[in-house]
């Protein structure tokens, strides 16, 4: 079973690479799959469990339930608990057996001893910005300081969730195979060259 | 006119990685031929440049001489003149006008304007003593505990010679188009997937 991890800055089009990467390898892909099971499963709002995944502290108060503030899980889902369904959801995915590629979830720590190829995606702070306000949906109608602020934002709470799961640092050039700057690039040509080199990687590594 | 350059920590491969990327690629190939034609322009010994090239300070006491301690080099050659000669033969260099692969120098930096295709190299510690030790000359018999030193020294004096010439730092992540981790990793096979990310970057650069 091959599987390819993409950790990504907010706005580098890490999401896209995958996507492109699947198709290429003929990969299952999952990205919001993991939240949507999670939520499905203990009756939260998936908005919840996003941010509950992203936010700094260990504690997040419920933003909303589905059915009742008296669900269990209003008082037993504060993160580490949802850390955890997110792995058992990450296992699940892996005892499938089947080669995939997972965007995001810290997937290239959970899932360690299947030893998959990981790659960060990164990309210069205009550049990001830029691909946010072109991908904005309807309505959201954000200025580039306030997409500046909220990419911050993101980044900082993705890097502190994976320092209470890892020793190894987010975005650290050693904690990953491959590390890729989208910045003034076409991610689709990017995406071509990145299957080469993880179906060389297999290649090697399964011969 | 495409040029590749590969800065990279010592023992990690990046100089294998540079040569076979340009034989894939058809390009020429630059790395101790930038010493050697310092040295010879200005009478001086190879090791000396390399040293001064690579040493944390601005000023270096020059180690040997190719014909006498009278050489006008003597006294004007410290660091940064030899800096500047370095970054006058990787001028004449790009101005060829030939496609090439550049190992080191900074050759990312003080080639800048003619935007080439920057890769950074590194390796877990341990991958890049048995790389060291696999490779030593004869007679070069280091323990790994000696080889981890002068690694991390090594590393320490690229940092600090990037910080004279750049803002941008050494190996971190935004100061590159890719970032390749060779720790467990046949370099043939990863030169080859490299070859098709720069082919690529390259032709949506030129189309």
Redesign the interface.
């Known amino acids: 079973m091959n599987i390819v991890t993409i950790s990504r800055e907010f706005g580098s089009g890490g999401r896209e690479l995958g996507k492109r990467l699947a198709d290429l390898l003929g990969y299952d892909y999952y990205d919001k799959e993991i939240i949507a099971t999670i939520a499905s499963r203990h009756n939260l709002d998936e908005n919840y469990v996003e941010h509950a995944l992203t936010s700094a502290h260990l504690h997040v108060a419920p933003l909303t339930f589905k059915h009742s503030f008296s669900s269990p899980m209003y008082i037993a889902a504060p993160k580490m608990e949802i850390l955890l369904e997110q792995k058992r959801v990450i296992d699940e995915i892996a005892a499938l057996g089947k080669n995939c590629v997972i965007v995001g979830r810290n997937a290239d720590v959970l899932l360690k001893e299947h030893d998959p190829f990981n790659i960060?995606v990164?990309a210069?702070i205009n550049a990001r910005i830029a691909r946010c306000i072109e991908r904005a949906n309807d309505g959201e109608n954000l200025s580039p300081k306030a997409i500046k602020k909220k990419i911050n934002h993101i980044d900082k709470n993705r890097k502190r969730t994976r320092f209470l799961i890892s020793e190894k640092d987010w975005?650290e050039?050693?904690s990953?195979?491959?590390?890729?700057?989208t910045t003034d690039?076409?991610i689709s040509?990017?995406a071509?060259?990145?299957c080469?080199?993880?179906?060389?990687?297999y290649?090697?590594k399964n011969s």
């Open positions: 960060f990164c210069d975005g050039r050693k990953y195979h491959l590390i890729v700057n690039w076409n040509s990017l071509e060259g990145v080469e080199i993880v179906k060389n990687w290649k090697d």
